[in-house]
């Protein structure tokens, strides 16, 4: 028997039906605040699950949620910096000393005295004999100058960062501001002397995965894993899912080249390159290792424009290049004899860009994006063994990474003297 519904009754039915409606929000709402906290206190717990979630849902879908939870972190730090509840800060001190090797006294004599008259000795007063000058001692290494990179205290400033077991500063470091639209973001670099170190890649146990069989360690030879000899260590690239971005290591290419994409590749006589496959790098001999990561940021001096697309694939099938974001990256100088590592917190793919630009580089191109991916370290001897340090506190993730068996590629550095 049909029943009218009451006036009542109707408020109750339509309350549900807008509880209904708003609890899909509520639910996306609070795994964004879950997601943010997560990312930040357990950056390796965020990427576990992102991977799981992969495996269930697509990569589609959880980049769709990463670019929602990065987008959250990136208006309430700009909403924070409006609001004076957040200065921009430097990450280190700005007044840590460049390191420069001491040069020879010499005590100039009194302006306006004149030049003591050398008169030929006494035949019976033995000949003084002539003291050569004394050697100058050549200033130690040092990156170029770098001017307008920023408004922080010590921006721009280099500072020794590494040095050989001579004593010999083979590496400085600085920061700089490549976004106008996000003054408290900075970018970290390391500007590395390629003539007195050697770099080397790594395959990582798992990533980049290839159906290519060989021994994958992911751990740096034990010869090289010393005090004295290891400087440094920094991330590599995306997985193998995100571009198949090619890879070759020991004359084994485990993913073939793409050509025209951004390639870093070593030599067996120290050199490195990096440019675009098939027109700046090609297959030659001597060459040791190379690892391709999406298009060139800088090419031949110039910033790449197709890094402001903002619906590119190129640069892997994950977030989007404008997702502020950790990002990192590599270039180098014209004449190959600089090598800059660069990597920041809530940095868009085109300012990773514009920071390459501020440092004048012939080639540049991005590395490895995300909290728990992105880190630069370096190593000292203790009691227990090497101890890593990383180049910015806030680089997250397992402290140990490259000194134990790592399932993502990476870089080392070692010293040639």
Known sequence: MYRPTSRAQGRRT???RRRGCLMPSLVVV??????TTVLGLRPELAAQSADMLRAVVGDEAVAQLEDTVFSLKDWAQHEAYQRGLMRSTAPWEANTPVAVLPQPSVTPAPQGTPEPTRTKPVATVPPVATVPPPTPTPT????APLLDVGTMAGAGQWSAYLSDPAGRVVAYKTFVQPDPERPYVYAAVVAIDVRATQLHFVLGSEEPISKVKLTRKGIIPAADRQSGALLAAFNGGFKARHGSFGAMVNGVTVLPPINHFGTIALYQD?????????TDIVTTTGMVAWRQNGPLLIDHGTLNPH????TSRDWGIILNGVTAVERSGIGISADGAVLYYVAGD??????LASAFVMLDVAYAM??????????????RASPAGLV???LLEAMKGERQRYLRPWSRDFFYLTATG
């Open 14 to 16: 339509r309350t549900k």
């Open 30 to 35: 609070l795994l964004v605040v879950i997601g």
């Open 140 to 143: 130690a290494w040092q990156p």
């Open 270 to 278: 120290g050199q490195i390159r990096i440019g675009a496959w098939g």
């Open 307 to 310: 890094t402001a697309d903002q």
């Open 346 to 351: 809530s940095l868009i793919l085109p300012r």
């Open 366 to 379: 991005q590395l490895d994006i995300n909290a728990v991916y992105v880190r630069f370290d370096t190593f």
């Open 388 to 390: 890593a340090t990383p």
